[in-house]
């Protein structure tokens, strides 16, 4: 029996989840043991019975996962976070922009109150539509043909808006630069697919760093720009960074992890030597191997058994956070407006007077605009200390409930200091749980549906967008209790939803496949069985 043991040598893929051995369902009447990577022939009697001499060798192989780990964090993955930062700040200037382009046009064109917030979510009903367009061809075509298609489709549209003529053609444009606005959340799927494990819960909010530096900018453009040049040139100067990421994007390589899936094994080869070589690290030793692919981009398999709860439940997570990030977006534009709490809250009941009232944002305004954009580099802060520390379920649910703990004091009547410093805490913490989504959504679903995943989650942060113009810019001038009401309970509704995750990604590798995680359990616990029957 000794000498039995002596002679096994077994070799396997490195054990990626540690916490799941206890769950290893052994299965020993079975002689074949099945992957996606390869089929693997075990007997066990060559480990059971005294006449056999051990398991023959296998041929040492590798994953993308295992050659991401070895390459580690370095040059490579910051010039990614670096392109990758350059769509999201592009993002973040269009998106700030709305809440700056309302009263500018309602006292330009006279627009009603309903008028201005039509306008501000055709912007989401396009991105709404887009998203899981661009996010089923990503899964289809590959990340980087999808976000540089939609990348080139913003900087066009968002062009020629700024030569809208009247309100109906402005409309119409505006939609078209949602749709391409959509496919920005591919960015953080190509970027997070080139992430060491340990790097992800730390690196993808970084790169929030260039939203919170778009939302910063878009503030610093309008006031300078816009008293001055007028609002024509606010919406041609802010496609600036996504111009420079269209000239620089093509140097975005195509996700490993995508081409191996895909089939395309020697393109996946080729960037693996490419990270190498700018990380200073050799290629691992071996066969490059993957699981098959079962077929991408089809929303059927996000409702499939293992993964319909936390699709509903991250569909509501990311339309409450939308819900909630844009609206104080939008709130903060109307309260600072209004000056006094307690004078907005009489003039609730003349709306006919309040719909008609034209005022331009002042310095003032802007300047108070710029304080809460600046909440956006607290809400990072608190991310990268959360998420990794107490895990992305938990770090969700908290900053729900303190985005609403945040609002609370603005149901009373409290003066402008005060409504500055609420609507920057509550900013600070519902950018945090946006970000700790976008960490947690790419983490939970395997590769050959990530994309469509964020797609579709994306879409559903649109809807909650699009709502939310008409409950900060029309239903604010009826009732501030029931605005703040509404904000109030969808937040702790998304406490809930938080919590009631089924999957906990801290820790967790990235799968490739459906089935990769279970059948990788499994083999490994044969094998393990099979070993622990040859001690004596």
């Known amino acids: 029996m000794d000498s039995c043991c002596r002679a096994t040598r077994i070799s396997y893929d490195r054990w990626r989840n540690p916490g799941e051995r206890s769950e290893v369902s052994f299965t020993g009447h079975s002689d074949n043991v099945h992957t996606d990577n390869e089929i693997w022939s075990v007997d066990l009697e060559e480990v059971t019975s005294p006449s056999r001499t051990g398991f023959h060798e296998t041929e040492e192989t590798f994953t993308v996962h295992d050659a991401l780990e070895s390459f580690g964090f370095g040059k490579f993955q910051w010039k990614m976070s670096f392109l990758t930062g350059l769509s999201w700040l592009g993002d973040a200037m269009e998106m700030m922009i709305l809440s700056i382009l309302g009263p500018q046009l309602l006292c330009e064109w006279r627009l009603s109150s309903y008028q201005v917030a039509l306008l501000t979510s055709v912007v989401f009903a396009g991105m709404g539509i887009g998203a899981p367009v661009v996010g089923s061809l990503s899964d289809i075509y590959g990340r980087k043909a999808a976000l540089m298609i939609s990348s080139c489709w913003s900087l066009f549209y968002g062009l020629l808006s700024a030569f809208a003529p009247v309100y109906g053609w402005l409309l119409v444009l505006r939609g078209l630069v949602g749709f391409g606005l959509g496919g920005a959340p591919q960015s953080v799927t190509l970027h997070s697919e080139f992430l060491p494990e340990k790097s992800g819960g730390i690196c993808i909010p970084l790169v929030a760093v260039f939203w919170a530096l778009g939302s910063v900018f878009a503030a610093l453009l309008a006031w300078v720009a816009v008293p ?11 496609t600036a960074p996504m111009a420079v990421f269209v000239c620089f994007g093509f140097w975005l390589p195509e996700s490993a992890r995508f081409n191996l899936l895909a089939g395309k094994t020697e393109k996946a080869m080729a960037t693996l030597a490419h990270i190498a070589k700018e990380n200073g690290k050799p290629v691992p030793r071996g066969k490059l191997i993957a699981h098959k692919r079962k077929g991408g981009g089809r929303i059927k398999a996000l409702f499939s058994p293992q993964y319909r709860r936390t699709t509903l439940l991250l569909w509501f997570i990311w339309f409450a956070n939308a819900f909630a990030y844009y609206g104080i977006i939008l ?180 799968q490739e496949s459906r089935e990769a995680g279970e059948e990788t359990t499994n083999t490994t616990g044969t094998l393990n069985a099979a070993t622990q029957e040859c001690t004596p």
């Open 331 to 510: 709130l903060t534009t109307e309260l600072l407006q209004a000056g006094h709490l307690c004078e907005m809250k009489q003039g609730t009941d003349n709306e006919q007077s309040c719909s008609l009232d034209c005022k331009y944002l002042t310095s003032a305004d802007y300047k108070n605009l710029l304080w809460t954009s600046l909440a956006e580099f607290p809400g990072i802060l608190v991310t990268i200390l959360a998420i990794d520390r107490i895990g992305r379920k938990k770090s969700l649910a908290l900053c729900f409930f303190m985005f609403c703990l945040s609002i609370l004091p603005v149901y009373v009547c409290i003066g402008r200091t005060a409504v500055t410093i609420c609507l920057f805490t509550a900013r600070a913490f519902i950018t945090a749980g946006f970000q700790v989504a976008i960490v947690y959504t790419p983490e939970v679903f395997p590769t050959e549906n990530r994309a469509l995943a964020m797609g579709t989650c994306s879409a559903m942060s649109k809807v909650g967008a699009l709502i939310t113009p008409f409950v900060a810019q029309v239903l604010l001038r009826t009732s501030v209790f029931g605005t703040l009401s509404l904000y109030c309970g969808f937040s702790l509704l998304g406490v809930i939803a938080s919590l009631l995750l089924p999957i906990e990604t801290l820790g967790r590798g990235m």
């Open 228 to 238: 001055a040049l007028g609002w024509r040139w606010l919406l041609a100067l802010s």
